[in-house]
């Protein structure tokens, strides 16, 4: 079964950096794009990146760009994304999504989450 785990949220300062991880099992994770969306306190999920599994090309959420850095490991089925220059507005649960191959902008596993929060 596809499994998808995510690690490495906390508590931080503005400013500060956090590094998520997710690891995948369940699937020929090299395979497959893969993507982070997050979801704030009473707010919908947003996007937030993307990266391919052909090329490695990478995408951002206007949001974070600059900031954030999507990465992945596929000798390890692991998905990462670096986090800096964090700020309050980046508090909420990120979740790593594996990319629906059958429909565009959708995804079809979903990790539990792990919780960010940035506060001073």
């Known amino acids: 079964e596809v499994q998808l785990v995510e690690s490495g949220g906390g508590l931080v300062q503005p400013g500060g950096s956090l590094r998520l991880s997710c690891a995948a099992s369940?699937?020929?994770?090299?395979?497959?794009?893969m993507s982070w969306v997050r979801q704030a306190p009473g707010k919908g999920p947003e996007w937030v990146s993307t990266?391919?599994?052909?090329?490695?090309?990478?995408y951002y959420a206007d949001s974070v760009k600059g900031r954030f850095t999507i990465s992945r490991d596929n000798a390890k089925n692991t998905l990462y994304l670096q986090m800096n220059s964090l700020k309050p507005e980046d508090t909420a649960v990120y979740y790593c999504?594996?990319?629906?191959?059958?429909?565009?902008?959708?995804?079809?596993?979903w990790g539990q989450g792990t919780q960010v929060t940035v506060s001073s």
């Open positions: 999504a594996k990319d629906d191959p059958g429909s565009e902008d959708e995804y079809d596993y």
């Open positions: 369940g699937f020929t994770f090299g395979s497959y794009d």
């Open positions: 990266i391919y599994s052909g090329d490695g090309s990478t």
